[in-house]
């Protein structure tokens, strides 16, 4: 059941936003994002779905096919693709990637037969299957290039997630105070800074981030949104993700840590996703279009696109949440779940 709950969502966020007009391009102020070029999986119907994208230009990702099916790919700098990655142990058609660093080492994701999620490493070819000890289900989010890794972990199956960072065998769990579940998308290489979504109580999705000594920044929320996920940041602080705002458009969204941020949309379309940036400010997303496809795109950041005021945030030292029982409803997981 697991699973399908998660295949429906996916769906559902790649179908419900159409694509409005045609390409162009943002313009420029102080700074600004600029589209570079798009790109899709090799095959006839694909969604495309990049994840993060490391210095050289590598992006991690996945594709769902026409049957439903997810794989997860990664396209380098060349615009050459891999082939379609599938850990051995993914029963179900469910395989996907989330984060890659510099070394070209892959984490990611995939589901079995009960419906829960499992996590492994991806290096040279050769797959190692993670789960966080005693849990029952792992989903890594995140890798960075001295082995730092992210995720969330179920620990008894009810689906509320923790969030954690990994080394090694070491592993930091934290939850957002009151949150039903704690996802952690990516911490930089410095170490300065983690970022991710909680889902409250009611169900709403809001991010958050979490600095070098432990403190959770909380709700990131832009104006107007309904729901806020922060995917990725580089080295510079500088956070990508997106928010839906109560007309049902999904914005990319730009974040300056403590407060700042602003928005980009791809022209013409109801539903973009900035979801990893690198060092250089080369940003990977995806876009949706009329016939509800979604496909990827490169983007550049300049200078410091003009921002607003996120607003007050709470702030908390790290702390597990309130066991609750998951809303596992659309609305409660803003179309995703977890989000990508």
Excluded at 228 to 251: E, I, K, P, Q
């Amino acid at each position: 059941m697991k699973l399908k709950h998660i295949l429906k969502s996916i769906l559902a966020v790649l179908f419900l936003f159409p694509l409005m007009g045609t390409f162009a391009q943002q313009a420029a102020k102080s700074g600004s994002i600029e589209v570079i070029s798009t790109f899709d999986y090799p095959g006839t119907g694909n969604s495309t779905l990049p994840q993060k994208i490391n210095e050289r230009g590598d992006v991690v990702g996945e594709f769902i096919d026409s049957s439903g099916v997810t794989r997860a790919f990664v396209r380098f700098s060349d615009g050459s693709y891999s082939d379609p990655i599938v850990d051995p142990n993914d029963t179900v058609g469910f395989t996907e990637g989330r984060g890659i660093n510099n070394a070209g080492t892959v984490n990611g994701d995939y589901a079995i037969s009960d419906g829960t999620l499992h996590s492994f490493f991806l290096s040279d070819g050769t797959f190692t299957e993670f789960d966080v000890p005693n849990t029952v289900q792992t989903n890594f989010l995140g890798l960075n290039d001295a082995g730092d890794f992210t995720g969330g972990f179920d620990p008894d199956g009810s689906g509320v997630f923790q969030g954690f960072v990994g080394h090694g065998e070491t592993i930091t769990s934290f939850s957002v105070p009151e949150a039903i579940s704690t996802f952690a998308y990516e911490i930089s290489n410095s170490k300065q800074l983690t970022v991710g979504y909680f889902i409250d109580a009611a169900g709403i999705l809001h991010g958050y981030f979490r600095d070098a000594a432990g403190t959770l920044h909380f709700p990131i929320d832009p104006t107007g949104s309904v729901g806020t996920v922060l995917f990725g940041l580089n080295d510079r602080n500088l956070v990508v993700g997106r928010y839906a705002d109560s007309a049902g458009v999904t914005h990319g969204l730009f974040f300056t840590p403590p407060n700042n941020f602003s928005t980009f949309d791809f022209p013409g379309s109801t539903f973009t996703s900035l979801n990893g940036i690198s060092d250089r400010g080369l940003i990977c997303g995806r876009y949706v279009d009329a016939s509800g496809i979604a496909h990827g795109f490169l983007a550049r950041v300049t200078g410091t696109p003009p921002t607003t005021s996120v607003g007050t945030q709470m702030k908390s030292n790290e702390s597990r949440s309130m066991v609750a029982p998951l809303n596992r409803s659309l609305s409660a997981w803003g179309g995703t779940g977890p989000a990508r």
